[in-house]
């Protein structure tokens, strides 16, 4: 009883923080390339998350394995250097999930954190990694060669560091490599205003014309394959949910949570007000249903609503809000990867998300209830420059070469 209480203190702070979130403020938090202010470097702004089994991209990987994919860094310049901010933490939460229709619950049982050195003269970064599992904690510093943890800085050939941790092997990468997400955002900005009734109403453009906004950028990615045993504990789950936070270190040099992503488009794509988007950014999904947060979920049912009007089909918003909310990555690992790939009772997506996904057709097909694209891909319109990405690379970490 005492522990429980203990909890819902916990809990009840929590609430009262993001009550104090939801007043007008300077925005803390975003995602992809929604804005940057004076206290939020693109360092530490998150744009995408990928969960996938290895051999769902690569057939010769060995069966058992995981891939997450941390994105951050949005629009990073072509042959340019970026860096990992050395005064934050960017972390991958996972949660060992009994039944894969039961409602996320936000915890934390496995979280793998990544904290980086100032750069070298030669552009390396060495890394720290921390393994937190069930309470227990690991820290790596060096790969099972003995040598250090280090980023792979631009054209230089690719650093897979594979680092023992609770009595398991991960191979990791961090550095540059191409942006392989792909949205007409600015055009969907156009559409949602119209739907809303702060603009004419508009459709998109068609794929001759469709602009693909991370076209020729970078990102700052951290990639980890990850041994399913490892995730599982002995607990023998076969499905996680898998979120990630960046935490920046304040000036008393405690870290706060700064940045939170799970499945696409969510937060940035449904949440207008820039106080709420760094609300929703600042708290774990254990919250998204709070009565805290019902301002938040407001805006976003508001948005589903007009803009699930476009499309003819018959949407509910709460439904949809139910399938998408808590704001975790869900897979099973029993069945193939994808984003589309299953879902469950609830309608929640379920097979993770791998690179080349076509998530944003997913989630409008979702959103207006009828089948919807933006006429963007990963591979481009034959004839039109505005689109196109490189070939992902065939081995670990997969995504193509930084431009």
Do not use: C
């Not at 690719?158 to 792909?182: H, K, M, Q, Y």
């Not at 918003?317 to 984003?339: C, E, H, Q, W």
């Amino acid at each position: 009883m005492k522990l429980k209480n203990t909890v819902r203190r916990s809990l009840l702070v929590l609430e009262v923080a993001l009550l104090a979130l939801l007043t007008p403020a300077i925005i803390g938090a975003s995602d992809h390339d929604d804005g940057e202010v004076d206290t939020k470097g693109r360092a530490v702004n998150l744009t995408d998350l990928y969960v996938f089994r290895e051999q769902d991209q690569n057939g010769g990987a060995a069966q058992g394995d995981l891939v997450f994919i941390m994105n951050s860094n949005p629009r990073s310049l072509a042959r340019y250097q970026y860096y990992f901010s050395p005064n934050a933490l960017y972390q991958f939460h996972v949660t060992q999930v009994g039944d894969v229709n039961s409602t996320p619950t936000g915890q934390g049982d496995v979280i793998l954190r990544f904290a980086f050195t100032p750069p070298n003269e030669r552009g390396l970064q060495a890394l720290t990694i921390t393994a937190i599992r069930n309470g227990a904690t690991t820290t790596a510093t060096t790969t099972i060669n003995g040598g250090p943890i280090v980023t792979t800085p631009l054209n230089n050939n690719t650093i897979a560091n594979t680092v023992s941790l609770g009595g398991s092997n991960l191979t990791v990468f961090a550095g540059l490599r191409e942006d392989p997400f792909f949205f007409d955002v600015e055009q969907f900005f156009r559409v949602r205003a119209g739907a809303l009734g702060g603009g004419p109403k508009v459709g998109f453009r068609e794929p001759n014309q469709a602009v693909d906004f991370t076209k020729g950028y970078n990102v700052n990615t951290i990639a980890v394959r990850v041994p399913k045993a490892f995730l599982q504990g002995g607990t023998g789950a076969n499905t996680f949910d898998v979120w990630t936070t960046i935490s920046v270190k304040d000036a008393v040099g405690n870290f706060k949570q700064f940045e939170r992503l799970a499945r696409p488009a969510i937060n940035e794509g449904l949440i207008l007000t820039p106080a709420f988007l760094e609300a929703f950014n600042s708290i774990p999904p254990r919250l998204d249903f709070s009565d805290a947060a019902a301002p938040v979920r407001q805006e976003a049912l508001a948005t589903i609503k007009a803009v699930g009007q476009l499309g003819g089909g018959v949407v509910d918003p709460n439904a949809i809000a139910t399938a998408f909310l808590p704001d975790v990555m869900r897979i099973d690992t029993t069945k193939p990867s994808g984003y589309a790939s299953a879902t469950n009772a609830q309608g929640s997506l379920i097979g993770g998300r791998k690179i080349t996904d076509d998530v944003i057709d997913i989630t409008l097909s979702a959103l207006v209830g009828a089948p919807t694209s933006d006429n963007v891909s990963y591979e481009g319109t034959p004839g039109n420059p505005a689109q196109g990405h490189h070939p992902l690379e065939s081995n670990f970490p997969y995504l193509a070469q930084p431009n």
